[in-house]
């Protein structure tokens, strides 16, 4: 388990390691000096519109509580944002959610063209399997990232978020989000603790706190986004609940999440944390 004391403040975890990902990340993207220059562009814009790399930084938090150097877990982290970054921009498209902003910036096909946009996210989604190649990581991370990103996960929950038909109930809406968010956040958590070599014990318990995450960030949203998602198509949380039920319903995800961590021993106490703090983020 983890020899790293554990922050009482769950923000100075995120940044510490979200600027060893950013390294990571800058000195990857430098290394695709053998791509087109319209591409490498492309590409790098659609990584660099920030945001808070939830999925890399809870990776690296696993590994580091299941007692992994950093190091062994940033191939599994890139790929996991890679593959989310891909997502982001196929789903902007005018086929999908016809975006045109993304965090403040136009997104990849209002700035690039809708067929560059296709391609950067196509090189993206094939990169993140090249770094888990150059690696040599376990065939079980390469299973898991492909799993998750795939039809049975976050590829398939979209095919149901784009579906017309209304989500019957909450029920349905919550299979929804365990497949488009979820899937590739518990994916992240898993994928941490497999590079620390955690043990049968610890991977249930990473998988837990990886899918109750994944449901807590969406029941997060969807109460912060009240008002945008008045017309939503029955796709968020409060045509199917009222706001206090949801936020009842998002203590006891957290508490689920934090219970998991604590699990791990003194290492997920910083899991934990961040946990509680996706409950109560204001944005």
Request: proline share 4%; with cysteine.
């Amino acid at each position: 388990m983890s020899t790293v004391a554990p922050s009482q403040d769950p923000y100075a975890t995120h940044a510490r390691l979200l600027n060893v990902f950013e390294e990571a990340l800058r000195k990857h993207i430098a290394g695709w000096e053998t791509w087109p220059a319209l591409l490498r562009e492309s590409c790098a814009y659609a990584l660099g519109t920030g945001g808070k790399r939830v999925r890399p930084v809870v990776c690296l938090m696993a590994a580091e509580a299941c007692g992994a150097p950093l190091s062994a877990a940033l191939p599994f982290a890139l790929a996991v944002e890679l593959i989310h970054t891909y997502s982001l921009v196929h789903d902007d498209l005018p086929s999908m959610d016809d975006d045109d902003f993304r965090r403040g910036q136009p997104t990849c096909h209002k700035k690039f063209g809708e067929a560059q946009a296709i391609l950067t996210g196509d090189a993206l989604l094939t990169e993140a399997f090249a770094v888990l190649g150059a690696a040599q990581a376990p065939a079980a991370q390469v299973a898991l990232l492909a799993t998750a990103a795939g039809g049975g996960g976050m590829v398939g929950g979209q095919v149901l978020d784009i579906d017309t038909a209304p989500v019957p109930d909450c029920d349905a809406l919550e299979h929804l989000h365990r497949l488009k968010t979820g899937a590739l956040l518990r994916a992240a958590v898993l994928g941490g603790g497999l590079a620390a070599g955690a043990n049968a014990d610890a991977q249930a318990a990473l998988s837990r706190y990886g899918a109750a995450l994944g449901l807590l960030f969406q029941i997060t949203d969807d109460l912060l986004d009240a008002s945008q998602d008045a017309d939503a198509g029955n796709r968020s949380y409060l045509n199917h609940l009222d706001a206090d039920t949801l936020r009842a319903r998002g203590e006891t995800v957290a508490a689920e999440a934090g219970d998991a961590a604590r699990s791990l021993g003194a290492g997920g106490e910083a899991m934990a944390l961040f946990a509680d703090a996706i409950r109560t983020r204001k944005s």
